[in-house]
């Protein structure tokens, strides 16, 4: 018998999968644009020692933003939906074990995650050859990035065995990977200033990968001696790392059969029901009154722990605001305050609605009930109305609070260059929120997990600006005969904020109209279109369909 079958059958398939060898191809190569561009910026180039400390710095944070990301990203949703499609009860009828399963779906989730990662090695072994870092430093960092993978990994595999929902997987794996890497450390640093204890406790640091990746540098691995603990933690997190696949393994045969309910299973489930969609009262008028505006606006809004959710998170921001005030009154009215919670509370919002204007439309071409929904009387327009008037209910009065405070952080700035900088962040905020919706909804569509929607639509809205914008400043920076002919006299910030601005909403625009158009054009088409893998799609555009069908299509 082989020892770990679904491990050697996933490698042999993703050998064979020309994805398995453009992952590493892509990474290589925005690893080297990065690169480059550091490579680039004028001061760096001209300071000996310098250079080689900024790109390796840079790279650093880049590898272990990405592995610390992308594994709970890769992971999280990989058993719960076998759960959900209910195959998993099938692999355990044969003579398959836990360790089989989740090692298996590791491998089949880790490979391309780790061939990426691997690729970006090479580039962040230039650092060596510019100077100003150690080999010692290096390697370091290389042990300290694997295990940060791992136990991403890991603790997303452990949040999928014990999930069922891929939202509630996705986001408890987020939060958990956020508050090893960085509330410990939190955590410990404010025990330390209530208590005045004379150190900091080790315990908050040493399971989290974000401390293993702060001590592989040199300036913080020889200059704070008396609290190092990189060794212990890098052991620390890598025992982590096994014992949450083991708890995995362990629950996994356990979790994936329907149970008898129990009185006190019923009893808790009706308790969270009224929670969650009200009591039955109030649910019934609820429902009477949305179905005569939108029978979609009611299904997509009869959770109400969707916007208590978002409001939880708005009111964490508040309270970290509030402690500020009251711990260090004068340092925490700065700029830099002011810029890191506009850019958390945008970003945060971006992705909520990346993710939740792309789950319905997903989820329910997964389960068929899209084409039972367009067998209804319903048009395409009516199912896009109130899948807006839904977005519109749950985002409009949070997103106005935010602007709001962006509002008075800009009331607070004198300098004219920070006041079109506020002003240019909130014109894009309304205008990402509206693009994502329009993209979220057309990749959630075609996609065959929001995961992917929300990637792609994210990709799309609000990466390819920023790309655009500094592949523009790379090319000033190098030619400064370009940069000449596109800069007047007397340039200042005011016109990189401007050409900033015209990227994003060229970008929006492009996109939104994108979307739209082919949300109203090709919905019930793609909508009762089945998932094709790329070698099918090729196949059948290659070979003309037959006119009967084309006929059916157009009729639809």
Known sequence: MTFLPVVERELRVAARLPGTHWV?????FIALGIGGWIMAIPYFRNTPGVLGMALFVS??????????????????DCLSEEKREGTLGLLFLTDLKGYDIVLGKLAATSLNTFYGMLAIFPILAISLLVGGVTGTEFWRMVVVSVDNLLFSLALGMFCSAISRDERKAMTLALLLIIFFAGGLPLIGAIVKHWTNAPFLNPLFFIFSPGYCT???????????????????????????????????CLIVPRT????????????????????????????????????????????????RMK???????????????????????????????????GFITHTVLKLWIA????????????????ELLLSTPLSVRQILQGQ????????????????????????????????LTWFAWISMLIADLITLSWVSMWMGLNSRNTARAAAASIVRVMFLPWMAFMALLTAAAISSIFLARIMPRGFDGKLLICIWMLFGFLNDLIFGLWAAR?????????????????????????????APVLAQAQEL
């Not at 790279?59 to 709970?72: D, E, K, T």
């Open 59 to 76: 790279m650093s944070i880049l590898v272990n933003f990405y592995a610390l990301i992308i594994g709970v990203l890769r992971t999280a």
């Open 24 to 28: 590493r191809l892509v990474a290589a």
């Open 256 to 303: 994936w059969q329907d149970e008898a309910i129990s009185a006190g299973s019923l009893e808790r489930a009706s308790i969270w029901t009224n929670l969650v969609f009200g009591a039955r009262p109030k649910r019934d008028a609820r429902r009477l009154r949305l179905l005569d505006r939108n029978p979609i606006y009611w299904l997509t809004s009869r959770d």
């Open 388 to 419: 807006f008037m839904s977005l519109r209910r749950q985002f409009a009065l949070p997103a106005a609070l935010i602007i709001l405070s962006d509002l008075i952080f800009l009331a607070s700035e004198q300098d004219a260059d920070w006041t």
């Open 307 to 341: 916007s208590v959710f978002l409001w939880l998170f708005l009111a964490a921001v508040g309270l970290l605001w509030i402690c500020g005030l009251l711990a260090y009154p004068e340092e925490w009215k700065n700029t830099s305050a002011y810029l890191w919670t």
């Open 518 to 546: 082919k949300l109203q054009t090709e919905f019930r088409l793609v909508a009762t279109r089945r998932f094709q893998t790329r070698a099918e799609m090729r196949i059948a555009a290659s070979s003309p369909a037959p």
């Open 355 to 370: 993710g939740e204007a792309c789950r319905r439309f997903c989820l329910d071409r997964q389960s068929g009930a899209m």
């Open 214 to 248: 702060f001590m592989a540098f040199d300036a913080s691995f020889k200059s704070v001696a008396n609290f190092n603990f990189f060794y212990p933690a890098v052991g620390a997190v890598h025992a982590v790392t096994w014992l949450l696949l083991f708890v995995a």
